[in-house]
């Protein structure tokens, strides 16, 4: 009987601490759009994964990637009276697949041609740098880069040790808006 009380009083306290610790959701928005989730660890980490659609030169959705980052909180600026502001650097993984069609023009058939597929399975490691700011009510914004060093297996012209599109894509800045709960 005492160890079934020790093991209630022990899940009660995990579920205390886990609800008490800040999460959000929402939306990140840059090179690509992902459906964003991030769990808070203590006062200064948390813990960042992504999901969602990679898109071509023509923004049009070519593939998937998950991603997940550990990050750090390493600054507090005071910038306004209302609200908290926060710099972040993290690092973490991703995978992923893509699948882009290659277009060309035809100038023999007047119209764009397929003219290969290119088939990719992306793995790497993503380093994160950004600002947020979390308003007095639970909204959240923030500014980020997030490039990925990595490679691509698979049936292409990136096919081998470095995945570009990675690096090209990941300096962009990229705008996340979160609901805090």
């Not at 593939?63 to 550990?70: C, F, N």
């Amino acid at each position: 009987m005492k160890r079934f009380f020790a093991i209630l009083a022990g899940l009660i306290v995990l579920g205390a601490a886990a609800s008490a610790q800040p999460r959000a959701i929402g939306a990140r928005l840059g090179w690509g759009y992902e459906l964003s989730f991030q769990y808070g660890f203590g006062e200064y980490q948390f813990l960042q994964v992504d999901l969602g659609a990679t898109v071509d030169r023509y923004l049009l959705p070519d593939g998937a990637r998950l991603t997940g980052t550990y990050n750090f909180i390493f600054s507090e600026p005071r910038w306004t009276s209302r609200g908290e502001w926060a710099w972040f650097a993290g690092v973490g993984a991703t995978v992923g697949v893509i699948h882009r069609p290659e277009w060309v023009y035809s100038d023999s058939e007047q119209q764009f041609v397929k003219t290969a597929e290119y088939n990719y399975f992306v793995t790497g490691v993503v380093p994160q740098f950004g600002l947020e700011y979390t308003f007095w009510f639970p909204l959240q914004l923030s500014l980020d880069i997030r490039p990925t060093i990595g490679v691509a297996l698979g049936k292409g012209r990136e096919m081998g040790p470095f995945y570009m599109d990675g690096i090209t894509f990941g300096f962009i800045p990229t705008l996340s808006v979160r609901y805090r709960f």
